[in-house]
């Protein structure tokens, strides 16, 4: 990846879906936005386990500007990438066991230690994350105190950066 | 010469699987009659270019390849009856993707050429088949862009049919779909460029494609099943090819495809079908492989 996304830029969700692989629809996709200027951070691939499965990628594309963002969307929608549902219906999955994350379920690892200052030193909130829904409402928690029964997001279907 | 139909009898199954035609024993091509053809509108390269075209004179190129499919090659042919005012419903490759009892209607990307649309899907509903429609928004030209080649579809899109339509082709037929750029005006739909022929053998130009397309083609197809034709012989329409047994027909002037073929056991057949490339199509367009 370019420096694109790291400084001060547009950024917009999409979705894409096909025989992906087998036709090099990803590969093609990826090209065209980076001659075109712009950077991609790939969100959630799904390779369809058979032959006859599609595949279906969520990525988030980035652009210096928004000109450049257009003529990456107008470009990419020949080969059926589309902006991702703006109201998708979320995934589940439930924690099983204390402190380990379900297989699919969402989880985001910061670090845990940093180096400074010739030596190591540990980060408060460092460690794994996940996303969780609970009394209603949502929120994040760290894995390590996950407990049986809590509800975490499945994928990244439904989430935004 | 080595004959392909003794070497490779399992090779036989029909492309297009089990159909409401299967039961008559041979391939079943639907063609329509050019009753009411001529080159009246331009929606592609070849028709903006077009001299007037000689309808009388397409009337007898049409059924000399009626003749080549029926009493040479041994198929059966299945009429499409006419209309008039819908001059491109003689080409009936267009009009659906046939596999086993699924008709997978075209949604056509040009006005002139909806009112197809549920004509065709009306006569495979009469005759047996299970009809599938696009949605509105997206827009596919049947077995002019999709061709099942083995197990799997080689598809075009950009240019006729929307890349959007595989994915549903693969939910109608369960068949995977190999999506292919179409990257030159002319080379419009895939059948123009691309076919697959029997015993695993596809004829292809490889100019029409750009090189994910032509990766795509190679990894799939063995090098030596794999038939390149040059640009001068794909524009006389050499891939726009009908494929019965071991008989392959197409418009005369592609000397050197001609040659190519019967080195690997084909039997030719040219057939003169100048004034239908003066609308964008030749004999594979004329045909539509039913059952």
Known sequence: MSGVQESECLSMTVELKGHLIDSLTLSKVIDLVQHLDGDYQLNDIRVGSLKKDISAINMTLYAPNEATMEQILEVIAHYGVAPADEHPGVETAVCERAGVLPDGAFGVKLPRRVFHQGEWKELENGGLWTVVLENGGTGVRRVTELQPGDVLISGTQGLQW | ?291
């Open chain 2, 1 to 291: 010469m080595r004959s392909i139909s003794s070497d490779l009898n399992c090779q036989w199954a029909s492309p297009v699987g089990v159909t409401p035609f299967s039961a008559q024993g041979k391939p079943t091509i639907l063609m329509c009659p050019p009753e009411y053809f001529t080159v009246k509108y331009a929606i592609n390269p070849w028709m903006e270019e077009a001299p007037p075209c000689d309808e009388a004179l397409a009337k007898r190129q049409w059924e000399n390849l009626y003749n080549a499919i029926t009493q040479q090659a041994g198929a059966n042919v299945e009429l499409l009856k006419p209309v008039e005012g819908l001059p491109d419903l003689v080409f009936t490759a267009n009009a659906a993707l046939i596999y086993n009892d699924v008709a997978v209607i075209a949604h056509y990307k040009h006005q002139e050429r909806r009112p197809e649309e549920p004509y065709c899907a009306k006569w495979f509903d009469q005759h047996g088949f299970k009809v599938v429609t696009m949605p509105e928004h997206i827009f596919f030209e049947g077995a002019g862009d999709a061709l099942i080649w083995q197990d799997r579809v080689f598809a075009g899109y950009k240019t006729r049919t929307d890349i959007a339509s595989h994915n549903l082709l693969t939910a109608a037929t369960d068949l995977p779909v190999l999506s292919l750029e179409l990257i030159n005006p002319r080379f419009y739909p895939v059948n123009v460029c691309l076919c697959p022929l029997a015993d695993g053998h596809l004829i292809y130009s490889p100019d029409a494609f750009d090189e994910y397309g032509r990766a795509v083609i190679e990894a799939n197809v063995p090098p030596d099943k794999l038939i390149p034709v040059s640009a001068e012989e794909a524009a006389r329409f050499a891939c726009n090819a009908v494929n019965v047994h071991d008989t392959v027909i197409f418009n005369q002037g592609s000397a050197r495809l001609a040659d190519d073929l019967k080195a690997r056991g084909f039997n030719v057949i040219q057939v003169d079908l100048s004034e239908f490339l003066k609308s964008g199509g030749s004999s594979k367009c004329l045909t539509l492989r039913i059952g």
